[in-house]
């Protein structure tokens, strides 16, 4: 990797969480790109990118709430006038993408006038392909409010998981093509570059960026109001590094928010949002909700990471912030199969250790101390010798070897024993020790 977008930000629907900024002067409204690195907890209506007016007038780049995919819009406040909808499904809630929306209404041929990019590849087939009319100004660079993970009518669609690397340009003519010489065109090239068959963020410090672009990589943690439009913020999480200063507000957002790890050069584990994985070990289980862009859960039952391990040595902790359960909740580690063959190893608040599979009832005996609300439960996974060590506030409990661990892979698990009450618990995979706070 190169450096360059190795933190992001943290943002959560029920916290209300959002950028904002308003233009002192327009710019160029007729062609402009985005490109931003996303990481999707919470699925639905998902806004990235919009700017309007008070009265409904919007443009901007979402998440379609029905089919998870991306969508570039225009809406007058009754309809939808301009609508560019990939087929293309985004339901990966563990993986990171990039992506680009190239906006040039001079072109003569529709398509050309809005290019989706989604890691390096251009979107070519879209389920609804209504395109902006030629030579229009819209409201994109206008000196109307703009925010990122916020529709601007309405205060809703709130973007929930994380966000890093973002670029704005103010203009199309600053591109170059593959041989350095100026084209006037998009170039996907400014932006990433393919290295061992992985799309990477490459350095855009270079660029031109243009009367209201900017570049956001979130390295700050200082969630106070930026500094004026035009004057150099260094210690911000809306502060812009493009040299052109086009500060953002943000609100919601907290210091755990910021300069998160978890970034397209280090992908963290975060908790799996779908619905099958929610009843991966029981299909009749109530659910888990989930917030805190997939670290935090509430309620129902199991709640699992969403990326395995098969070799290596792994640790996370988890703190359980209230409950109202009276018999068992358990932390540990399950290995994938069939809900028929769902393997556990787990440390129960009672102390006890269990062992064997899940759905015929799993073993249990003598292992450590109890545990309650708000004591930190770390789990280190031995994936090369079948160990798991449980921890209660840093103190070992003792390293449990079972043969039965290398029996697939392996993944995180939480589960509420209890056929009533509620758990409420925070995870930590690295990337958030605070537990959001």
Not at 90 to 104: E, L, Q
Not at 129 to 146: A, C, L, M, Q, R
Not at 265 to 284: H, R, V
Request: glycine fraction near 10%; proline fraction near 2%.
């Amino acid at each position: 990797y190169n450096g360059v977008a190795t933190q992001s930000l943290r943002l959560d629907t029920g916290r209300s969480t959002f950028l904002s900024r308003t233009p002192a002067d327009a710019g160029n409204r007729k062609t402009w790109v985005w490109s931003s690195w996303v990481k999707r907890a919470i699925f639905g209506a998902n806004s990235i990118f919009e700017a309007g007016t008070a009265n409904n007038n919007s443009i901007g780049i979402q998440f379609d709430n029905s089919t998870r995919s991306l969508q570039f819009f225009t809406y007058d406040g009754t309809n939808v006038t301009v609508n560019v909808t990939t087929t293309r499904r985004f339901r990966d809630a563990s993986a990171w993408y990039h992506i680009v929306v190239a906006f040039d209404t001079t072109q003569n041929t529709a398509s050309d006038r809005v290019k989706m990019y989604v890691n390096g590849v251009q979107e070519t087939s879209f389920s609804a392909d209504d395109y902006p009319s030629k030579d229009t100004d819209y409201n994109i660079n206008n000196d109307n409010v703009h925010q990122i993970s916020r529709s601007v009518f309405g205060s809703s669609n709130y973007f929930n998981g994380y966000l890093a690397e973002i670029n704005f340009i103010d203009g199309l003519s600053f591109f170059s093509d593959t041989s350095g010489t100026a084209n006037n065109s998009f170039n996907i090239n400014s932006f990433g570059e393919t290295k061992n068959g992985i799309w990477i963020p490459i350095d855009t410090s270079g660029l031109t960026f243009g009367t209201n672009g900017f570049r956001l990589n979130f390295e700050d943690n200082a969630v106070d109001a930026p500094e004026s439009e035009g004057t150099v913020d260094t210690d911000n999480i809306g502060a812009d590094s493009s040299g052109e200063h086009n500060n953002w507000t943000s609100s919601g957002i907290v210091a755990s928010d910021c300069a998160m790890p978890d970034s397209p050069e280090n992908n963290f584990c975060t908790l799996n949002p779908l619905e099958s994985a929610k009843k991966f070990a029981d299909a009749n289980q109530s659910l888990m909700t989930q917030s805190e862009a997939n670290l935090k859960f509430s309620g129902g039952r199991n709640v699992y990471g969403n990326i395995g391990v098969n070799s290596g040595k792994w640790y996370w902790e988890i703190i359980n912030t209230s409950s109202t359960v009276n018999s068992v909740s358990v932390s540990g580690v399950i290995t994938q199969g069939t809900q028929a063959q769902v393997y556990a190893v787990y440390y129960n608040r009672n102390g006890n250790k269990g062992l064997g599979l899940l759905n015929s009832g799993a073993t249990e005996s003598s292992y450590g101390a109890t545990y309650t609300d708000d004591d930190i439960i770390g789990v280190a996974l031995n994936m090369d010798d079948n160990q798991v060590t449980f921890f209660k506030n840093n103190a070992s409990q003792g390293t449990i070897t079972d043969a039965n661990i290398a029996g697939g892979d392996v993944i995180a698990w939480t589960q509420n024993g209890a056929n009533s009450g509620t758990l409420v618990g925070v995870y930590n995979f690295g990337q958030d020790g605070s537990f959001a706070g």
